[in-house]
């Protein structure tokens, strides 16, 4: 069987001699070739398997974006265990969650997330910095299994390569089974559908416990090389591809809305962009116009979730150069079946408005431990998603909203993408979001809530009455919250329900 691992370690072997890795310290570029990556790899796996021999065992990593994260979750996959990603960025609370209801036996992390959790039973292995409560460093494996390979165990594609947890936005986060099916399926896809090559450069921005970890493996597979940049923050990403030459970069439309707001982007060299590739969240259909010229017409998007991963719908910077498709996400990627459902089930044709629905080998096998939610939710073979939608007679996705988003206001439906879309067009707006607050009258009233970009202007009154000239009035908000900090996911998405709950 094909092990997701197996990608990188056949690279490897082709091209033992190209870089797999470039580190932007702050006075110099240290690259890693393929050869020296594998040896460190394989004796981190060795590692791993003497601490706990047991197959499919899980291996937690709590760790921000550098290269021993990097070479954690290699070894990890190599030895034939099951990650568990830790985002730092989370509360301590749902970081301990998630480790008591997958009982790890090692955690992989960084000195500086040493209180962000609580074990007594596994084994800590420091990754970045130093700290008392370490068991191991990753390079007393890389040292003390120097030469060593680790045991292959016999696997199948439905054993677990991953348990990712979701945002618990909707609820209580679940933990997501990711098969080594799910696995090869996502690599699969992004191959064929971005086309990368063995010249793509990854720098690494987004959190590598969500999205941002599904494009190395792609990369890896083609004899391409992934990038670290030692700063992280808006301008520092616009250097960074500047000077690193990066091709490919994967960032949440937050973080993209950021750096279209630096002063230098324009002056920066960007020519070697070939995927900007926005995900996580939708991105305004006005923003893709600006922001397109603006980063070498490299915009591309993609949209998945963690039960389906990242790459069930793909759009390409030539497909989204065309207006008539900046408000969508692109058409089914070749290993995915897309359909769009009404309430008893029914599939509707294009241009019908129903719930987005999955198939294919990228579809999650379950919830951890969670029959009943996995049964709600993947019915007869598909996975409903709970987001709603219609696909075009060219098979372009448009999502409009999660179905507990939409506003029911005086009987009628109102979409808040809609209403955000016309609100990031006023020019005093940076970014928006759009709820329901229950109103005596209306049943629900639109509300919403904004920040403003630096410097910028505009009051309530402005604000609804530039919506109500390019809308119905029925869609217009019947007030405007001006905040200076929306609340925000730990990966950086803005939190609808979190607004409603903290302005209404």
């Not at 909707?170 to 064929?192: D, E, H, L, W």
């Not at 408005?353 to 431990?369: F, P, R, S, T, W």
């Not at 919506?467 to 950086?492: E, F, N």
């Amino acid at each position: 069987m094909m092990a997701p691992i197996d990608n990188f370690f056949r690279a490897a072997a082709l091209w033992p001699d190209r870089t797999a890795v470039e580190i932007a310290h702050i006075d110099h570029i240290e690259a890693i070739s393929y050869a020296k990556l594998a040896d460190m790899v394989r004796a981190v796996a060795a590692g791993l398997q003497s601490i706990d021999p047991h197959p499919q065992s899980r291996v937690g990593i709590c760790a921000y974006n550098h290269f021993e994260h990097l070479l954690g979750w290699l070894g990890c996959f190599a030895a034939g265990k099951i990650w568990v990603p830790l985002n730092p960025r989370n509360g301590r609370d749902e970081l301990d969650r998630i480790i008591n209801v997958t009982a790890p036996s090692v955690i992989i992390f960084d000195a500086d997330c040493a209180e962000k959790f609580a074990t007594r039973t596994a084994h800590l292995i420091s990754a970045k910095g130093e700290h008392q409560r370490a068991n191991s460093h990753i390079y007393d494996l890389v040292d003390n299994f120097k030469g060593a390979a680790p045991t292959r165990h016999p696997a199948h594609l439905d054993h677990l390569q991953a348990i990712k947890f979701t945002s618990g936005s909707t609820g209580m986060p679940k933990g997501v089974m990711q098969s080594y099916r799910v696995f090869n399926a996502c690599i699969a896809s992004m191959i064929v559908s971005f086309e990368f090559d063995a010249n793509d450069r990854h720098l690494i921005v987004a959190p590598m416990t969500h999205g941002a970890n599904t494009l190395i493996m792609p990369i890896f597979a083609v004899g391409g090389a992934q990038l670290f940049t030692h700063n992280s923050r808006p301008a520092g990403i616009i250097n960074a591809i500047e000077t690193l030459r990066a091709t490919t970069v994967y960032v949440p439309p937050t973080l993209l809305y950021m750096m279209m707001a630096e002063d230098h982007l324009d002056d920066a060299d960007l020519s070697s962009l070939r995927h900007l590739i926005i995900g996580g969240a939708a991105m305004r259909p006005d923003m893709v116009a600006a922001a397109m010229p603006r980063f070498n017409h490299a915009l591309e998007t993609c949209f998945g979730q963690t039960e389906v991963p990242q790459i069930a719908v793909c759009m390409r910077s030539s497909e989204w150069q065309d207006p008539q498709n900046h408000a969508s996400t692109g058409r089914a990627t070749v290993l995915t079946q897309i359909g769009i459902i009404d309430g008893a089930g029914q599939f509707l044709g294009p241009g019908e408005m129903g719930e987005i629905v999955l198939a294919g080998d990228l579809v999650m096998a379950g919830y951890y431990k969670m029959p009943d939610k996995t049964a709600e939710t993947i019915i007869d073979g598909w996975l409903h998603t709970g987001d709603i939608g219609y696909i075009d007679l060219r098979g372009y996705v448009f999502i409009k909203d999660r179905i507990r988003d939409v506003v029911v206001t005086g009987g009628f439906n109102v979409y808040p993408s809609d209403v955000e879309a016309v609100l990031g067009r006023h020019p005093a707006v940076l970014e928006c979001v759009v709820f329901g607050v229950d109103d005596a009258k209306w049943g629900e009233a639109v509300h919403a809530a904004v920040e403003l970009h630096n410097g910028a202007t505009a009051s309530a009154d402005d604000i609804i009455s530039f919506v109500k000239q390019h809308l119905d009035s029925v869609k217009a908000p019947k007030m405007v919250h001006i905040t200076d900090d929306l609340p925000r996911s730990a990966v950086g998405k803005i939190l609808r329900r979190a607004a409603k709950d903290l302005f209404r």
